[in-house]
């Protein structure tokens, strides 16, 4: 079994201050890890992914997530929050074998000016 | 095109009305999947196709009916829905349903609305 909590239904910044989306997962398997965004009226878009590599995922947009499986968690991070940033984010677990995509409830990202 | 293409974009229909909506995807992937997205919930899978052949029906309604002619073709039948059903529908495919590229990526989706 496995799932995924992001702890933030919405998340606020101003433009050009640090963005973090919290995330955290279960998985009975070593998971694969992904974030998606979504802006209005559009479809899911990947920012970046987790597969077992390196733990330091660098993603689209100058988004970058780390897997922290002591944590069991996959925050994603910006330094500098553009207004263009402003979207939902969804986390997303696969865990192993035969397993589709689970998504979290998606945080939604304002950026004030 | 690129990547997965859904059409209509928008559909407007009656509860006793049938229509389709279709998914066509350009990436050579061989899985393809139908989700719901309504407000205020998670992301719903829906069905899942790989290579062609049905792998996931999540107890979806009979209302809907998917259908996958070939690994680059989607669609979702639709015939006497209520408006509950009204939602977006989103379409995505993967190379592979797991394992390493398993990651999907999704069409624009169709907003539906049951009157």
């Known amino acids: 079994a496995q799932s995924v909590t992001q702890l933030d239904s919405h998340v606020s910044v101003s433009e050009g201050t640090p963005v973090l989306l919290r995330c955290n997962y279960s998985?009975?398997?070593?998971?694969?890890l992904f974030w998606y965004v979504q802006h209005p009226n559009k479809g899911l878009q990947l920012l970046l992914k987790?597969?077992?590599?390196?733990?330091l995922v660098k993603g689209i947009n100058g988004f970058e997530a780390e897997f922290k499986k002591s944590e069991t968690s996959f925050h994603l991070t910006k330094p500098s929050a553009h207004m263009s940033d402003a979207a939902e984010y969804f986390c997303?677990?696969?865990?192993?074998?035969?397993?589709?995509?689970?998504f979290g409830k998606g945080t939604m990202l304002l950026v004030s000016p | 095109e690129t990547g997965v293409t859904q059409t209509p974009r928008h559909l407007v229909m009656g509860m006793t009305n049938k229509k389709s909506l279709k998914c066509e995807q350009h990436?050579?992937?061989?899985?393809m999947y139908w989700y719901k997205q309504s407000a205020k919930k998670p992301l719903e899978l829906m069905f899942v196709?790989?290579?062609?052949?049905?792998?996931e029906n999540n107890s979806v309604p009979s209302r809907f009916s998917p259908e996958c002619p070939n690994s680059s073709h989607l669609f979702l039948h639709l015939h006497t829905l209520q408006p509950e059903d009204s939602a977006l529908y989103l379409c995505?495919?993967?190379?592979?349903?797991?394992?390493?590229?398993?990651?999907?990526?999704f069409g624009p989706g169709t907003r539906l609305t049951v009157l």
């Open positions: 995505a495919s993967s190379r592979r349903t797991a394992g390493g590229g398993n990651e999907q990526f």
């Open positions: 998985s009975s398997y070593s998971p694969s």
């Open positions: 196709y790989n290579f062609k052949e049905q792998t």
């Open positions: 987790y597969t077992s590599a390196a733990t």
């Open positions: 997303v677990v696969s865990g192993g074998g035969y397993s589709t995509l689970t």
């Open positions: 990436l050579g992937h061989n899985a």
